[in-house]
């Protein structure tokens, strides 16, 4: 281990003993590191995406069906992306968490939805390696009201990646 590591790795540990992490949603402290920062109990609340969903949208069908296809909107007007990864579906306390970090300011969300959200590219059935990560640029007013760019923050994290 060079010097640096040694020193990131001690620096660390302090933080750890001052700061003790604690999971970004509930705020309960984490005894135990996991890859995403959340506890187990926001993890258990994340709303998995049904098997059955557009293989190019990714909205869920209404049948249990979990042949992939496409769904009418899909083949009606062909959209100009070609696939769509989500982290789960935007419902209880992941719709929370996108609220909190778009709307009210809760930046800090940035590293546990960045992680999120890696996690699921990378556990995709085709992974996907990006080249490049290019955010939605925000209009210059919104930008002034709110701050930041959310969609900033989160390819910053999944560039880290």
């Avoid at 620096?11 to 700061?19: G, K, Q, R, T, V």
């Avoid at 949208?57 to 979990?66: I, Q, R, T, W």
């Avoid at 059935?125 to 290019?134: K, Q, Y």
Wanted: aromatic share 6%.
């Amino acid at each position: 281990m060079s010097l640096l590591s040694a020193f990131k790795y001690e620096l660390s540990a302090l933080f750890d003993l001052l700061l003790p992490r604690a999971c970004p949603f509930c705020h309960i402290e984490l005894t135990t590191s996991t890859s995403t920062g959340l506890c187990q109990s926001c993890q258990e609340q994340l709303p998995a995406l049904p098997s059955s969903r557009c293989s190019r949208c990714a909205l869920p069908f209404v049948s249990a069906d979990g042949s992939a296809h496409l769904c009418e909107p899909c083949l009606r007007h062909a959209p100009i992306f070609s696939r769509v990864e989500a982290v789960g579906s935007y419902e209880g306390l992941l719709r929370d968490a996108v609220h909190r970090f778009k709307y009210r300011g809760a930046v800090q969300l940035d590293r546990p939805l960045g992680r999120l959200l890696g996690e699921r590219l990378e556990q995709a059935e085709n992974p996907f390696r990006p080249d490049l990560i290019v955010p939605v640029p925000l209009h210059l007013s919104r930008l002034r009201q709110r701050g930041y760019n959310q969609s900033l923050l989160l390819a910053r994290q999944l560039g880290k990646r």
